[in-house]
């Protein structure tokens, strides 16, 4: 059986090794993000934010992981604060308001669960 992968520069290579944190740039008072994958079940997206840079309060209905690949950031998750550094990961429950700010430049791999969450039981 033969597996085709496919090679779309949006999305992560199949098959291969990657360099994480190389595969999105810091960009001067921004926050730029990169797909890596994308299906029903949900989202893999990697973000490079610029020290003081933030994503505003606002909530989604899917639970989130955040991982953070590189640098130190600021969540806040249902009013409470959370500092988090490379190396350590972040579960923001679905339909609890959060926030996210950059406290020196970071980079954070966000993976979107589309399903019923498991929080709480």
Do not use: C, W
Request: no cysteine.
């Amino acid at each position: 059986m033969r597996t085709r992968m496919s090679e779309s520069p949006k999305y992560l290579p199949a098959g291969r090794a990657e360099n994480l944190a190389a595969m999105v740039e810091y960009a001067a008072g921004a926050v730029v993000s990169r797909t890596l994958a994308e299906n029903d079940a949900g989202t893999i997206t990697l973000f490079a934010f610029d020290a003081g840079a933030a994503l505003s309060e606002h909530s989604t209905p899917f639970d989130a992981l955040v991982h953070v690949v590189d640098g130190r950031a600021e969540l806040t998750i249902g009013g409470q604060s959370v500092p988090a550094q490379a190396g350590q990961v972040v579960l923001m429950p679905a339909d609890v308001p959060h926030a996210v700010r950059a406290v020196e430049r970071f980079k954070m791999l966000l993976v979107m669960l589309r399903g019923q969450s498991t929080q709480g039981q």
